[in-house]
């Protein structure tokens, strides 16, 4: 049984930074992409980024480029993302996401075939 849990949200002051965590099990996390999403109070879910199998490339949404970092380490079978320069808009409810091929897609919610149930991030003073 695939299972996805993220941990790490928290409540951080703009400016700040936090790192997330996602551990994968029940399957091999280390021949699949992985996606980070977040979903604000009343918007769609938006995609932030994603890690190839390998890890050689990455990719961003528009509005974290610069800020945010994701990376993985398929022996812990553990994917993360370091946030940066925090600021009130990237607060909601952040997901990650498996995808069965290995490389990167246009960051679309329909790409990725299982997902966790999400860790709350929250950016205020």
């Known amino acids: 049984q695939w299972q996805l849990v993220e941990s790490g949200g928290d409540l951080v002051q703009p400016g700040g930074s936090l790192r997330l965590s996602c551990v994968a099990s029940?399957?091999?996390?280390?021949?699949?992409?992985m996606g980070w999403f977040r979903q604000a109070p009343g918007k769609e879910r938006e995609g932030v980024s994603c890690?190839?199998?390998?890890?050689?490339?990455?990719k961003y949404g528009d509005s974290v480029k610069g800020r945010f970092t994701v990376s993985r380490d398929n022996a812990r079978s553990t994917v993360y993302l370091q946030m940066n320069s925090l600021k009130p808009e990237d607060t909601g409810v952040y997901f990650c996401?498996?995808?069965?091929?290995?490389?990167?897609?246009?960051?679309?919610?329909?790409?990725?075939?299982?997902w966790g149930q999400g860790t709350q991030v929250t950016v205020s003073s």
């Open positions: 029940g399957f091999t996390m280390s021949g699949y992409a």
């Open positions: 996401a498996a995808r069965r091929r290995g490389y990167c897609g246009d960051l679309r919610e329909n790409e990725y075939d299982s």
């Open positions: 890690i190839t199998y390998g890890g050689a490339s990455r």
